[in-house]
C-alpha cells in the first residue's frame, strides 16, 4: 500500500499481533500490542512483551527471507504464530541469553512451519493451519528444557489433578463472572488480565463485531461449561478452561464458515467439546509438566471445519474488504 | 425401503449396533443387542445397555440433523461409533445425569468425526474410518474425568505391567480356550461374556459365514499368540488380548479386501501384530489409567489397508446382495 | 544387472545397508557391514550384527513376495527399515528364540509400513517415508516388552532428567570432539564405535563425497549446540545427540533438495532444530523408558522438505548416475 519498506514492515508487525484473533488489521494490533504492555505493567515483567515483538520480527523476516512471499507477509499470516511463541517461552521459562536465542530460532522454525503445514492441511484438506506451528514448535522448546542444562523453568510444575477445589456456582458473583469472562479472552496471548482482556475485546470489535460477540459469547459459555463439569476453581478463575474456547467459537461461528444460525449452534458445540478437550489435555500433559497452549482449540476447529457437511458449511470467501485472512 | 419413518429409524438403530461388526443387516444387530442384555442380566449392571442404546440414536439423529445424508443412515454407518461410546462411558464411568448427558454430546461429536475422518482417510487415501472416532471422542472422554470433579472412575485403575502371571498352555483347558475365543469376540463390545459372545458370532454368521469363520479364527490365533508372548493371565482370559484382533481379522480377511488365500494370510500376519500392538498400548496408556479400546484394530487395518499391494489388494466392491457396506 | 538370482539378492540386501545413509551402492554397503562387525568385535556382542542381516533379509523378501516390485529391491529401499530394526532389538532385548521371532515378524512388518506410508506421504505429499517404518514397528514392539513375561529388556531403562552432569567446552579436547563427531556418525546404526564411524564415513565417501561432508559437518555442529545448551555429557560423549543431526544434514543438505549455499545453510537449522528435538523427545519418551531412535531426524526432515519453499526447495531429480535413490 505504501512504498516505504518501514512502514510496510511496521504494519505486517501489527497484523501478526492481530491474526492471533483472526484479524487482518493493524490498529487491531496496536490494541493487542496495548493490552500485553498494560498486563506487563501490571506483572512488572516485560520478557513476554519483548519475547512477543521479537518473535513477531523473527518470524515475518523468515517469511520475507525465505519465502518472497508478499502477500502473506502484508496480512500477518508468518507473524502470529511468532508472537505467541515469543510471549509463552519467557512466560514458563527463566529469560537468559539462550532463550532469547531460542525465541528466534523458534519463531523461524514456525514459518517453516506455517509452509509445510499449509501443505498438508490446506492444500489436501482446505483445513487452516491456524496456531498449529506456535503450539508445536513451543511444545517441543519446552519439552526440550529438562534435557538442558542451559535452561530452567519459571516455577516448578504442579499438576492439579484430580481437581483439589471444583468450580462454583455460589462463587460466581456478577463481577467474578465478567473478570473471568475477559480473561478467558487475555489468556489467548497466555495473559492473566481482565483489563487486557477488555482491550483485546475493543481491538477484534473494531474489525468486526461479529467476531467480537463470538469471542464474548464463547468465554461465558466456556465459563458455564466448566463450572457445570467441576473443573478446578483456580484453573477456571485464572482464564485456563476458556481461551481456547474463545477461539473456537471465533473460528466455527464468523471465521472459517460463514456465519448462520446453524453455525452459530454447531460453534456452541464446538465450544462444549473444547473445554472437556481442555480437561483432557491437562491430564495427558501433566506427566511432562508443560501447558497445553491452543492445543484444545485446534482439535476442536480442524474436527468441525473438516466435514464440508451440506447443512453447515458455506466455507468463507474472504473479500477485499473482509477483517478476516484466511489462515 | 419401508416408507414408515419410525421403522426406517428403528431398522438405522439395529443396522448401527450390527456395523461394530461390519454387518449391513437389522437382524444381526438384533442378535447383538440381545448379546448385550445377556450380560447386562448376568453381571445386573444394565447402564452399558441403555448406553449403547442412546448412543445409537443420539449420533444416528445426528446425522440426519446435520447431515441430510439418508444413505449412511440406512447401512447404519452413523450409528456404530454412538454405540460404543454409549457402552464404553456407563463401563468407566460412574453413572449420573452428567455422565447421561456426556453419552448425548459423545455420540453427536463421533458423527462430526465420522464426517471429519471420512474426509481425510477415505476421500484422500481410500482407508476406511471404522471406529475412528469411537476411539478418539472416548479417550478424550475418559481423559477429561480425572480433570472434573462431577465425574468419577468407576474403580481405580491398576497397571498390570511389568506381567505379575503370564498366561501358560498349563492353565489352557478344551473349556477354557472356547470360552477366553469367545470372550475375545463379545469384548469387542466391551462384554466379559461367553454366552454373549456366542449370541454375537451367530449374528454374524447370519449375514456373512466368511465374516464368522475370520471371527472365529481371528479369536483362536489371537489366544494363541498372546500365550506364546506370556501376556497377564488374567487379561488374556478376560478376552483384553483378543477383540482388536477379531476385527483386524474380519477386516484383512473379509471385509475390506476380497476373500482369497493370500488375503488369509495377511490377515494372520495382521492378528500378531494386533496382538503385539495391544501389549504396546497396554504400556502408552498405563500413565493414564484409560484403555486401548480398539485402537489396536484401527493401526493394523490402517497399515495393512493402506499399501494397495499388487498381490493382496483387490478392494473390496460392495454390491447389492453384499453383507457389508464400505466403512 | 546380473541374471544370477543370488547374486542380485546380495547386492539388494548390501545396498540395504547402504540406504541407511541414502546410498544406492553396494561397496558402500559392504563398509557398512564391516563397521557394524567391528563394533561388535569391540563388544563382544554379535547379535546386533546378526539381527541387521537378518532383518535385511527378511524385510527385502517379504518385498519380493508382498510386493513383486522388482526395481525398489535393487536399490535396497525395503530393506534399510528392517537393518535398523534388526539391530535395534537385540541391542535393547535380551536374545532369545522369541526375540529372534520378533525380528523377522518386524522386519515383515516394515515392508508393509513402507508401502502403506509411500501411499500416505510421498504420493500425497512428496516427502519420502526413511526410516519411518523402522522407528514406528520398534517403537511398538519395545513398547510391549513390559507387557509380555517372553521378552525382557536388556538392562532397566535410567532416566537422565533433570541433567546429572552437563557437556562442558573444559571437556572438549580435540580427540575427544573427533571422536564423538565419529561417534555421532557410527550411532545412526546404533553403534558406540569411533572406528565404525570413520568406515561408515569412508562409505558414504565412496559413493558421494558431497554427502560425506554433509554427515560430518552435521555431526560436528550437533556436537556444538548440544554443548552450548548443556546436554546431559555422557549422552553427547556416546553421540546420542549428533546421530539423528546427521541424517537431518544429508537430507537435506544434498539428498532430498539440490545442493546449493542455500540449501546448506538450511541443513545448518535443521541440524540445530534436530538437537533440540532429540531433548524434547527424551523427555517425552522418559516415562516408556524406549529410546528415541531415528525420530528426531523424521521431524525435522519431514518438517524442511515438505514446505517446497520457492528459494529452497528444488527436489532432486535423480538420474541414472546418481549416488541416491529417492525414498
Do not use: E
Not at 525465541?103 to 506455517?114: D, P, R, S
Amino acid at each position: 500500500m505504501t512504498p516505504n519498506p518501514f512502514l510496510d514492515f511496521m504494519r505486517a508487525l501489527l497484523k501478526g499481533f492481530a491474526q492471533v484473533f483472526f484479524m487482518n488489521n493493524a490498529l487491531t494490533g496496536l490494541f493487542f500490542v496495548a493490552a500485553i504492555g498494560l498486563a506487563s505493567q501490571t506483572s512488572g515483567d516485560w520478557t513476554p512483551f519483548w519475547g512477543g515483538l521479537l518473535g513477531c520480527a523473527a518470524s515475518t523476516l523468515a517469511a520475507l527471507v525465505i519465502d518472497r512471499a508478499k502477500d502473506p507477509l502484508h496480512s500477518g499470516m508468518y507473524g502470529f504464530n511468532g508472537v505467541l511463541l515469543g510471549i509463552a517461552l519467557p512466560t514458563f521459562v527463566q529469560a537468559n541469553a539462550l532463550m532469547w536465542g531460542l525465541i528466534v530460532l523458534g519463531a523461524v522454525l514456525t514459518t517453516v512451519f506455517v509452509d509445510a503445514l499449509s501443505n498438508m492441511l490446506t492444500k489436501t484438506w482446505d483445513v487452516a493451519v491456524s496456531t498449529g506451528p506456535f503450539v508445536l514448535t513451543t511444545w517441543l522448546l519446552l519439552l526440550s528444557v529438562s534435557a538442558f542444562a542451559g535452561l530452567h523453568f519459571n516455577s516448578p510444575a504442579t499438576s492439579v489433578l484430580p481437581v483439589p477445589h471444583a468450580a462454583h456456582w455460589a462463587d460466581l458473583t456478577p463481577l467474578l463472572a465478567a473478570q473471568v469472562t475477559l480473561r478467558n479472552i487475555s489468556q489467548v496471548f497466555l495473559l492473566n488480565n481482565a483489563g487486557s482482556g477488555l482491550l483485546i475485546l475493543a481491538g477484534v470489535a473494531l474489525a468486526s463485531r461479529g467476531a467480537a460477540l463470538a469471542a464474548l459469547l464463547g468465554a461465558l459459555l466456556a465459563l458455564v461449561f466448566a463450572t457445570v463439569l467441576g473443573a478446578d476453581r483456580q484453573a477456571v478463575h485464572n482464564g485456563m478452561y476458556g481461551f481456547s474456547a474463545v477461539l473456537s467459537a471465533m473460528a466455527v461461528a464468523v471465521v472459517f464458515i460463514t456465519p448462520s444460525r446453524q453455525s452459530a449452534v454447531v460453534a456452541g458445540l464446538a465450544v462444549l467439546f473444547t473445554v472437556i478437550i481442555q480437561g483432557a489435555l491437562n491430564k495427558w500433559l501433566a506427566p511432562y509438566g508443560i501447558p497445553s497452549l491452543t492445543a484444545a482449540y485446534l482439535i476442536a476447529m480442524w474436527l468441525f471445519t473438516l466435514p464440508k457437511m451440506d447443512l453447515l458449511i458455506h466455507p468463507h470467501q474472504p473479500n477485499a474488504s473482509s477483517s478476516f485472512a484466511r489462515r
